[in-house]
């Protein structure tokens, strides 16, 4: 039980406080609510998981992924007008969470053989898709494909990390780099209004 | 050829009936519908297969799905104005199809080793996600995240199921009774407009 | 590395531009393009070989897959004024592609000792599924339910590969000859104005 895994469930948690709220907003019922949070949480790791032959899916294997997920449901229904305070740590929560999901993602593909151009990918698969999931499931144009710098903040986030285990053996400090670069790339997208679309905005 | 089988079977026609009839509504081609009426009566069996690892997944391994399918996609055809005053009966086919669903799926769950709460999880998943693939594919929010105690009660269902084959030994009899508790929820559920949703109906 | 191999990795670029022209017209950013483009390019395939077991699944195992998405993707952005020009070539390489595809579907699903029907099904889903799940994450209605006779020219040149391979032992003269099909199928049915539809046109 070491830092690392702590980190995933608290970020499935916060995965799941997400889709919950996105789910709420859409006034689906507490069935629903409870789908939503739970896609949400696991989409991206499943998607990688079926991707690479990893079956039963990670979460399957493990109850602790459940438990994590129905405390996040219960935490969004319970403080739900408080959440919207804490806006700014969901948000720092959220960016660790992908930044630990694409580098666990990347670790996993890697084990399965699979390049390291890939091995990024799936890294990054399993970081976002959840919430293309989750966004495809309430009707919605996923929001990774429009608006948010997410992707792009995680895959440099991989690439970091890829590149500085080739030069460095502290696994945990290049973990934490990585992490740092995912969270500074979309602290400052925000900050100064990035954007990479070549589009006017309307 | 026993019973289950057949009830399997027949569930999966009612169920492609009821994707044809949805996509018929929606203006699809000839083609378009048969393929969410496939999808609608292979994908929640599909999606539990892929989570655990059964690949090929069932309904390859077995043409009588097949046939199954395209009976139901010729009856909806040929009965198209016959099917709205069959409301009643659909309605019984589809809840004893959902109800067996979810209890082949448990099981399909329990036999590759999963922990009890998973395989009734993977149990509604097989009994709702064919509806919820549909309805991804017709460009509409997914009916059970919002209006119906579909999900419910296929969860009520298997969990009675669960417990039943802890007491008894009767596996046909457990059978009946968790399908008839799926029954008369969905039925009590419409009769008294129950609702899972805390907002106040538009 | 043989002429199927060839046109395999061409009809994946051409497929690749396809989404991502259809992500620039929904103004999606340059990450967003990009990943509908390999979903479009991929999903079909993937589809095929999730549902077969055939993991980790094809192009994961090939950088030749990423290379052509990529270069399709560059092409979209360079030429993209010019592409509309390109129109009538664009529509032929499309249908070579899916032509193509309907086949190499059809001999991986043989290989893994599936029926003829569903060794079909499966040609059809891989040359078809590419741009199901580009609409589905683009928000609109498949295509391919309403408009296109697009899966049924796959279907028929699938039908048409089956049968030859049982009659004539000349691999290669018996894809091009389905290929062929596929591609005078589509191009009558436009010429024609076929439709599936039942319906009138609004």
Redesign the interface.
Known sequence: MNWIYFVDLFGTSVFAISGVLT?MQ???????TL??GFVTAIGGG?IRD????R???GW?QN?SY?IAIVLGYAVAYIFKNKIIQWKRSMFLFDTIGIGLFTILGIEIALD?D??I??SI??GVISACFGG?TRD???????L????E?Y??ACFTGGLVYVLLTKVSSFTNLNIVVAIATVIVIRYLAIRNKW?????KEE
Chains 1, 2, 3 share one sequence.
């Open positions: 789910a859409k006034k689906f019922d507490i069935v629903g789908i939503i499943t079926l991707l690479i032959g079956v039963p899916v399957l109850r459940l399965y699979l390049s151009e890939y990918i799936l293309v495809v499931l309430t009707n919605e144009i996923p990774i494909f429009r608006k710098i992707a792009t954007s990479l679309n070549f589009y």
